[in-house]
């Protein structure tokens, strides 16, 4: 069974790889999985403390609304070469950001997740194969975090502070729980999703993000993709045009 469940978490790789974070979430994610979710923040029966910041819930999708912060949050995952051009990007234009690391690519790609840990950037945890984690059996999904947790120790030293689920926006309870288990207490889902993983052109990744981001929005954005590493420059401008200053997840929370 279990050796099954990996087969096909292996082969959906090449799936994840070309899809979004949430690439299925229209269709895929069950009202009860949002409703959940909804509700989560209110009946979380005991939420974790954590040394870095203030006690969070069980999945956070936005950051508090009263500062002028925005958290530009990255699938981590691409082409070596892309993703170098990306980082020059973002050092060019002073931001700090989080990038959610799929274990795969980080174990194959160690020296740019050094190198964005030497830029300020904030490393987390992608799962393994950033394959649908929500049709993984509890201990497949524990399986996948905990894998791709030692490959972010491996680079980082630690696991992070961060997990974002593969192939969902929210997260659901099986998810959460695994999550948990292997030292997350807080999913990082997000509000604003420009959908840059369809490759719609850099302006209307930059338009979507800077007409939905609020003071404490969680921006979902991709690494490996040539129009977003061209939107990295506008979207730094016009968020700071509207005194909105991007920040890692950690830095939004503190
Ligand atoms: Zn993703």
Known sequence: MHRRDALRAV????????????????????????????RS??????PTTSSAGPILPDEVRHGPRDRPQVALTF?????????TALLDELKRGGARVTVLAVGT?????????????????????????????KTMKPQLAYAEISACAEAVRAVAGSIGRWFRPSQTQYATPTIKSAARRAGYPTCLSYDVDPR?????????????????????SIVSLHCGHEGTVAA????????????????TASDLFA
């Not at 923040?41 to 005991?46: A, F, K, R, V, Y």
């Not at 160690?110 to 490393?123: F, K, P, T």
């Open 11 to 38: 082969t959906a790789l090449s799936l994840g790889a070309a899809a979004g974070c949430d690439a299925a979430r229209p269709s895929a994610v069950p009202a009860t999985a949002s409703s959940t979710a909804e």
């Open 41 to 46: 923040p209110n009946t979380h029966p005991t």
């Open 75 to 83: 699938h981590g995952q691409g082409d070596a070469r892309i993703v």
């Open 105 to 133: 690519w980080l174990a194959a790609n160690a020296d740019l997740g050094r190198r964005l840990l030497a830029d300020g950037h904030e490393l987390g945890n992608h799962t393994q194969h950033h394959a649908d984690i």
């Open 196 to 216: 840059d993983f369809t490759d719609p052109g850099p302006s209307a990744i930059v338009s979507a993000t800077l007409a939905a981001a609020r003071p404490g």
């Open 232 to 247: 990295i420059a506008p979207i730094l401008t016009g968020l700071r045009a509207r005194n909105l200053r991007p920040v």
